[in-house]
């Protein structure tokens, strides 16, 4: 007997703002060409429903635009049509403010916020919990910060904070694209 699959109620953004610098300042940072395509693989391979980018800065949106637009309406739509696919599932939004409406403009309810984070906190959610909660079915919104994460004032309003991915040695600092795999494949993985 094949096992029931799960399809969550889960959107993921991927927001360079607010986060901070190496040294704690709050920033917006510059979108990574490879952050879109990967994360967007993962999206679509996990049924996750929406891929969100968020950037206020006009010219880092215009370079969004550009990239999805190459594989969803150019040359590389027809060079790559399962890359298409997924990059179809990104959004772009000015602010998470934005993400959280346009989700309730779906699901009639705001999501609940889930932050990750490099850093553990005493209040972490662990990922088998998480994973029940999200089979209850309501809408949860699972956050990612670029540069050196988000800002401790958001992280302290989130719903959730996950646990951090953690390795067997003191080093831990993967790339955002990697650490977003990795948590969505404890969330979501058969």
């Known amino acids: ?8 109620n889960l959107y ?5 703002y607010p986060v901070v610098d190496k040294r704690g300042d709050t920033i917006t940072s510059a979108v990574t060409n490879l952050d879109l395509h990967d994360i967007a693989r993962v999206t679509k391979t996990y049924g996750v429903k929406s891929f969100y980018v ?4 006009a010219d880092q949106q215009h370079l ?3 990239i999805i637009s190459h594989w969803t309406d150019g040359s590389g739509a027809v060079y790559n049509p399962s890359r298409r696919r997924a990059l179809e599932l990104i959004q772009l939004k000015d602010t998470l403010a934005d993400v959280a409406e346009d989700i309730k403009g779906i699901e009639n309810v705001y999501p609940k916020t889930v932050v990750t984070c490099a850093r553990k906190y005493p209040a972490s959610t662990g ?12 809408p949860h919104l699972l956050v ?8 401790e ?5 989130a719903d959730y904070i996950l646990e951090p991915v953690m390795g067997p040695t003191d080093y831990n600092h993967l790339s955002v694209r990697t650490a977003a795999g990795i948590i ?7």
């Open 153 to 157: 004032p958001f992280i302290s309003e």
């Open 184 to 190: 969505i494949d404890r969330l979501l993985g058969a």
């Open 127 to 138: 990922y088998k919990e998480f994973r029940d909660i999200l089979k209850l079915g309501r």
């Open 1 to 8: 007997m094949e096992k029931e699959k799960f399809i969550p």
């Open 54 to 57: 968020v950037t206020p800065l």
């Open 64 to 66: 969004v635009k550009k």
């Open 12 to 16: 993921i953004a991927l927001t360079h």
């Open 144 to 151: 990612f910060g670029t540069a050196w994460g988000l800002t």
